[in-house]
């Protein structure tokens, strides 16, 4: 008997072998695997689909051991599986395999499998093997563990939303909820389980109602209850309804804003709701606010005193504020466009359209002034201001802009336009009053200080010299205050200039001291000075300025100084970069100043006290034109005083160190009868015609005049003069029309007269004025000698200079290569040699010494040694007047700068 499926079987009675072949037929056509044994685990038999599953043809498993052809592992593990071939030999039925089992194949494949075993006995009940049957369950178990996979992966995406889910029965009880939704309780699941939605919320209307969830007084009108009743009644969906709630927060009732949806479902044949639970009140709060910011600035804008307008990409304005509407009267402006035209002042109009479409087309802010109409038909100035703004995504979204009421600016505008040109035009009457005043005192001054001087130049008693210093003092005085006031309307109008040139400072000092000797000696004062010998005595500033401050400040320490003395010193600060600091102090022992009275001190035309002008005189500008001109020098300047106890003024003054005396500018020359100088004076005034020219032939110049423009014109031919000097002002023909006139017929035959304005004119931008007109130089009247002199004397000197260059360019240099910088230097070193040998001869050869300084000053030209060539210059016109003691010292003069310009060159 053979047991099939743990049944056991008798063979029938009939033949064996045909019972065997049905039996096999049988068992080959099962869809399950079939294994006979024997009772050794020995395979006797294997069907088709048994090969299928274990990968082994029945031939090849054949008389082999079960185990081997059944390898099978735990498909988690990975262990082996206990064979049920084994169990059943033991004398088990029915044994299978664990859930999860996986048989290898031949070919090493893996598949899900189940089987069972069963012992095979003989009629006599005796053990005749192991029947095996086995089942390919691997579609099954693959497709079970895709439904699992995709059942765990719903149930994490349930779980792990990040809204409240729950799924409620058809009783509103809580069968199932995700961990966002459990959040908002402090219970566990199994607490939640079967809870009343209501309940697990926390609902007012739930605990006021004893029965319940949903049966409360309000609960008919409840967002929820009617969306859970649409859901489980009608088996309709409702979605994300917004609507607040009140629940219990920590036992505190709240109002909170919810989204809900509820959903129907069917699990199984139960109908449930999915609720879907979002707490929106921080984005409620957040629109709630943003509401009221909208609501706040919309009232800001409406009630804001300016207009305000908006406009679209399509330059639409779709807003208008209050402001506006009340000064159009309610007209909204441009409806349909941004253009306005029926408000906009028709003379503004294509401005205001050209200017707002050129800024909309790049979308760029834009400012203009126009005239607006108001309601009433007035015009009105108004300012208005636009600019782009953008929508959240960065978009271009249109214009925003303002408009201000501006018609009082513009008529304080027109009336402080009116207010300062009636102020230039006060400025200019100043002006023109302090020309002519300058003018018509300079003019009879200049006689006065002319006639003074010539009559100085003559014998005269000790008495009658005395009187004349004393008329030319006062002169001078007068002069000193017309001077100061033009100072003053220099600094006024900005154009007090400085410049900057090499000088010598202990020369200057030593020059500019002694001038108040006589009036600290005529007082009775002890004058004295320190000037140390460590202070560098070449510098660079202006030495004209620096002079009239420290000459302000000493004529002030006499003046107030009644008894003791004056003292000036100099003192150097520390040098950098290769500039120093100098310290100007001058010190008294005079009146004093009061500390409360110090800050009057540098103001215009102020003094301490008007007792003083009486006493002492004075028009009050000299310490104020000293800080204007320290200030613009760079410097600083100062008073340390008690009343009583006398006063200490400073100034400090920044200056650059010069390298010598090569950078020195050329010092006048005395022009000799030599040189035979004719000079045309163009003066209209007698007096000023006999002054001129007295002092002028005092000096053997050849003198020529003329009363106005036109008659210099006819005299240029016939005189042919070195030098004009030019008088401004004239009847006829003035003085700039005269020069335009002379230079007008140089041009021709490229020649060049030097003409020196000689006038009363000295206000700001005057010189300036006449330099520009052609003139070479100017002097102001009244006329000091050494001032027309050393003007003369430096335009002929400069006119000399131009003729020597272009000599020197057309190769008149007797033979020397001037490109040659190697030769220059051998001519230059062997000139001074013997310039040294003339001047240790005992008689000079001024004719030789003249030729050897007229070589230098080629030579310095070629090499742009603009001082050597300058003093080779002096001394070869000194070389005219045949001096023996003047030659030698500008002999001494030239070999100095050479050695200077050596070893600033450092020449070998």
Same mark, same amino acid.
């Given at each position: 008997?053979?047991?099939?499926?743990?049944?056991?079987?008798?063979?029938?009675?009939?033949?064996?072998?045909?019972?065997?072949?049905?039996?096999?037929?049988? &068992?080959?056509?099962?869809?399950?695997?079939?294994?006979?044994?024997?009772?050794?685990?020995?395979?006797?038999?294997?069907?088709?689909?048994?090969?299928?599953?274990?990968?082994?043809?029945?031939?090849?498993?054949?008389?082999?051991?079960?185990?081997?052809?059944?390898?099978?592992?735990?498909?988690?593990?990975?262990?082996?599986?206990?064979?049920?071939?084994?169990?059943?030999?033991?004398?088990?039925?029915?044994?299978?395999?664990?859930?999860?089992?996986?048989?290898?194949?031949?070919?090493?494949?893996?598949?899900?499998?189940?089987?069972?075993?069963?012992?095979?006995?003989?009629?006599?009940?005796?053990?005749?093997?192991?029947?095996?049957?086995?089942?390919?369950?691997?579609?099954?178990?693959?497709?079970?563990?895709?439904?699992?996979?995709?059942?765990?992966?719903?149930?994490?995406?349930?779980?792990?939303?990040?809204?409240?889910?729950?799924?409620?029965?058809?009783?509103?009880?809580?069968?199932?909820?995700?961990?966002?939704?459990? #959040?908002?309780?402090?219970?566990?699941?199994?607490?939640?389980?079967?809870?009343?939605?209501?309940?697990?919320?926390?609902?007012?209307?739930?605990?006021?109602?004893?029965?319940?969830?949903?049966?409360?007084?309000?609960?008919?009108?409840?967002?929820?209850?009617?969306?859970?009743?649409?859901?489980?009644?009608?088996?309709?969906?409702?979605?994300?309804?917004?609507?607040?709630?009140?629940?219990?927060?920590? *036992?505190?009732?709240?109002? =909170?804003?919810?989204?809900?949806?509820?959903?129907?479902? %069917?699990?199984?044949?139960?109908? !449930?709701?999915?609720?879907? =639970?979002?707490?929106?009140?921080?984005?409620?709060?957040?629109?709630?606010?943003?509401?009221?910011?909208?609501?706040?600035?919309?009232?800001?804008?409406?009630?804001?005193?300016?207009?305000?307008?908006?406009?679209?990409?399509?330059?639409? !304005? *779709?807003?208008?504020?209050?402001?506006?509407?009340?000064?159009?009267?309610?007209?909204?402006?441009?409806?349909?466009?941004? $253009?306005?035209?029926?408000?906009?002042?028709?003379?503004?109009?294509?401005?205001?359209?050209?200017?707002? *479409?050129?800024?909309?087309?790049?979308?760029?802010?834009?400012?203009?002034?126009?005239?607006?109409?108001?309601?009433?038909?007035?015009?009105?100035?108004?300012?208005?201001? +636009?600019?782009?703004?953008?929508?959240?995504?960065?978009?271009?979204?249109?214009?925003?802009?303002?408009?201000?009421?501006?018609?009082?600016?513009?008529?304080?505008?027109?009336?402080?336009?009116?207010? #300062?040109?009636?102020?230039?035009?006060?400025?200019?009457?100043?002006?023109?009053?302090?020309?002519?005043?300058?003018? $018509?005192?300079?003019?009879?001054?200049?006689?006065?200080?002319?006639?003074?001087?010539?009559?100085?130049?003559?014998?005269?008693?000790?008495?009658?010299?005395?009187?004349?210093?004393?008329?030319? $003092?006062?002169?001078?005085?007068?002069?000193?205050?017309?001077?100061?006031?033009?100072?003053?309307?220099?600094?006024?109008?900005?154009?007090?200039?400085?410049?900057?040139?090499?000088?010598?400072?202990?020369?200057?000092?030593? #020059?500019?001291?002694?001038?108040?000797?006589?009036?600290?000696?005529? #007082?009775?004062?002890?004058?004295?000075?320190?000037?140390?010998?460590?202070?560098?005595?070449?510098?660079?500033? *202006?030495?004209?300025?620096?002079?009239?401050?420290?000459?302000?400040?000493?004529?002030?320490?006499?003046? %107030?100084?009644?008894?003791?003395?004056?003292?000036?010193?100099?003192?150097?600060?520390?040098?950098?970069?290769?500039?120093?600091?100098?310290?100007?102090? =001058?010190?008294?022992?005079?009146?004093?100043?009061?500390?409360?009275?110090?800050?009057?001190?540098?103001?215009?035309?102020?003094?301490?006290?008007?007792?003083?002008?009486?006493?002492?005189?004075?028009?009050?500008?000299?310490?104020?034109?000293?800080?204007?001109?320290?200030?613009?020098?760079?410097?600083?300047?100062?008073?340390?005083?008690?009343?009583?106890?006398?006063?200490?003024?400073?100034?400090?003054?920044?200056?650059?160190?010069?390298?010598?005396?090569?950078?020195?500018?050329?010092?006048?020359?005395?022009?000799?009868?030599?040189?035979?100088?004719?000079?045309?004076?163009?003066?209209?005034?007698?007096? @000023?015609?006999?002054?001129?020219?007295?002092? &002028?032939?005092?000096?053997?110049?050849?003198?020529?005049?003329?009363?106005?423009?036109?008659?210099?014109?006819?005299?240029?031919?016939?005189?042919?003069?070195?030098?004009?000097?030019?008088?401004?002002?004239?009847?006829?023909?003035?003085?700039?029309?005269?020069?335009?006139?002379?230079?007008?017929?140089?041009?021709?035959?490229?020649?060049?007269?030097?003409?020196?304005?000689?006038?009363?004119?000295?206000?700001?931008?005057?010189?300036?004025?006449?330099?520009?007109?052609?003139?070479?130089?100017?002097?102001?009247?009244?006329?000091?000698?050494?001032?027309?002199?050393?003007?003369?004397?430096?335009?002929?000197?400069?006119?000399?200079?131009?003729?020597?260059?272009?000599?020197?360019?057309?190769?008149?240099?007797?033979?020397?290569?001037?490109? @040659?910088?190697?030769?220059?230097?051998?001519?230059?070193?062997?000139?001074?040699?013997?310039?040294?040998?003339?001047?240790?001869?005992?008689?000079?050869?001024?004719?030789?010494?003249?030729?050897?300084?007229?070589?230098?000053? @080629?030579?310095?030209?070629?090499?742009?040694?603009? +001082?050597?060539?300058?003093?080779?210059?002096?001394?070869?016109?000194?070389?005219?007047?045949?001096?023996?003691?003047?030659?030698?010292?500008?002999?001494?003069?030239?070999?100095?700068?050479?050695?200077?310009?050596?070893?600033?060159?450092?020449?070998?």
């Amino acid at each position: 008997m053979h047991r099939i499926r743990g049944r056991a079987v008798r063979p029938a009675k009939t033949q064996g072998g045909e019972n065997m072949k049905n039996m096999e037929a049988v &068992l080959a056509s099962m869809g399950d695997g079939v294994i006979i044994t024997d009772q050794h685990g020995q395979i006797t038999f294997l069907n088709p689909a048994g090969e299928l599953i274990t990968g082994w043809s029945a031939q090849a498993a054949m008389g082999r051991h079960v185990d081997e052809i059944l390898q099978i592992v735990h498909a988690e593990t990975g262990l082996p599986v206990p064979s049920p071939v084994a169990e059943a030999a033991r004398g088990s039925s029915g044994i299978g395999l664990p859930r999860d089992s996986v048989i290898i194949r031949r070919n090493g494949t893996r598949g899900y499998i189940s089987a069972t075993a069963s012992l095979v006995k003989d009629a006599g009940y005796n053990q005749y093997g192991v029947v095996m049957l086995l089942r390919d369950i691997d579609r099954i178990r693959r497709t079970e563990k895709e439904v699992i996979s995709k059942q765990r992966k719903l149930e994490t995406i349930f779980n792990t939303v990040p809204v409240g889910m729950l799924i409620l029965n058809e009783e509103r009880r809580i069968e199932q909820i995700n961990w966002e939704a459990m #959040k908002k309780s402090r219970q566990d699941f199994a607490e939640i389980y079967d809870q009343p939605v209501g309940e697990f919320f926390q609902c007012v209307n739930n605990s006021h109602s004893p029965r319940g969830c949903g049966e409360g007084e309000s609960c008919p009108i409840c967002p929820m209850t009617r969306m859970l009743n649409k859901a489980l009644l009608s088996g309709e969906s409702s979605y994300g309804e917004e609507f607040p709630k009140m629940i219990k927060v920590d *036992d505190v009732p709240t109002r =909170v804003w919810w989204r809900v949806s509820a959903v129907p479902l %069917f699990l199984g044949n139960r109908r !449930c709701v999915l609720l879907i =639970v979002e707490d929106i009140t921080q984005y409620k709060l957040l629109q709630e606010n943003l509401s009221k910011s909208r609501d706040f600035y919309l009232t800001l804008f409406e009630n804001f005193p300016v207009l305000i307008w908006r406009a679209g990409i399509n330059k639409t !304005c *779709d807003y208008f504020n209050r402001s506006w509407l009340q000064f159009t009267g309610g007209h909204s402006g441009g409806r349909t466009d941004c $253009e306005w035209q029926d408000l906009v002042h028709s003379e503004d109009y294509l401005h205001r359209c050209q200017e707002f *479409d050129s800024a909309f087309a790049v979308q760029r802010p834009f400012s203009l002034e126009y005239r607006l109409k108001r309601y009433d038909g007035e015009y009105r100035w108004v300012l208005e201001m +636009g600019k782009p703004f953008y929508g959240l995504d960065g978009s271009f979204s249109g214009y925003i802009g303002s408009i201000l009421d501006i018609t009082e600016r513009k008529a304080a505008e027109r009336d402080m336009q009116e207010a #300062k040109e009636a102020a230039e035009r006060a400025n200019r009457t100043k002006s023109q009053f302090l020309a002519n005043m300058s003018h $018509e005192i300079r003019t009879p001054l200049n006689g006065i200080l002319g006639m003074i001087d010539l009559t100085l130049m003559t014998p005269l008693q000790p008495e009658q010299r005395d009187n004349m210093n004393i008329a030319k $003092e006062c002169a001078n005085s007068l002069l000193h205050v017309i001077n100061d006031v033009l100072d003053i309307s220099k600094m006024e109008a900005g154009r007090l200039t400085v410049e900057t040139i090499a000088f010598d400072l202990k020369e200057l000092l030593r #020059k500019t001291i002694p001038i108040h000797y006589s009036h600290a000696r005529n #007082k009775g004062l002890m004058m004295d000075y320190h000037i140390p010998e460590t202070i560098p005595p070449f510098v660079k500033g *202006d030495p004209h300025r620096l002079q009239q401050i420290l000459n302000n400040l000493l004529s002030n320490a006499v003046k %107030f100084t009644d008894n003791g003395q004056v003292t000036f010193c100099v003192q150097q600060r520390p040098a950098t970069d290769g500039h120093i600091e100098l310290e100007f102090r =001058v010190t008294d022992t005079g009146i004093g100043i009061a500390r409360e009275d110090v800050p009057a001190l540098f103001q215009k035309f102020s003094q301490i006290d008007g007792s003083f002008t009486r006493k002492y005189g004075g028009s009050g500008l000299g310490l104020a034109i000293s800080k204007q001109l320290t200030e613009i020098m760079g410097g600083r300047i100062g008073v340390e005083s008690e009343r009583g106890a006398g006063s200490t003024f400073y100034i400090v003054l920044p200056f650059a160190v010069a390298a010598g005396p090569a950078e020195l500018p050329p010092a006048a020359i005395a022009v000799t009868a030599q040189d035979v100088v004719r000079i045309l004076l163009v003066e209209d005034e007698a007096v @000023n015609q006999s002054v001129i020219t007295r002092m &002028l032939r005092g000096r053997d110049y050849q003198v020529h005049v003329a009363n106005n423009g036109l008659e210099a014109l006819r005299q240029l031919s016939w005189v042919q003069p070195d030098l004009i000097l030019m008088d401004v002002q004239m009847p006829g023909m003035d003085g700039l029309e005269a020069t335009a006139r002379i230079r007008q017929m140089e041009k021709p035959a490229g020649k060049h007269i030097p003409i020196i304005a000689v006038t009363a004119h000295a206000l700001v931008g005057d010189r300036e004025r006449f330099l520009a007109a052609g003139m070479d130089g100017y002097v102001a009247k009244p006329i000091q000698m050494e001032n027309l002199f050393q003007a003369i004397e430096s335009v002929i000197l400069r006119q000399r200079e131009r003729e020597v260059v272009a000599a020197l360019q057309h190769g008149s240099s007797e033979g020397a290569d001037y490109h @040659n910088p190697e030769q220059i230097r051998e001519i230059m070193g062997k000139c001074i040699e013997r310039l040294r040998q003339e001047r240790a001869a005992a008689e000079c050869n001024f004719s030789a010494i003249g030729e050897l300084a007229h070589q230098v000053k @080629n030579s310095a030209a070629s090499l742009d040694a603009h +001082g050597l060539k300058m003093t080779a210059f002096r001394l070869e016109l000194l070389c005219r007047k045949e001096k023996q003691q003047e030659v030698n010292e500008g002999i001494a003069e030239l070999e100095k700068g050479y050695m200077e310009f050596r070893r600033i060159h450092r020449w070998i």
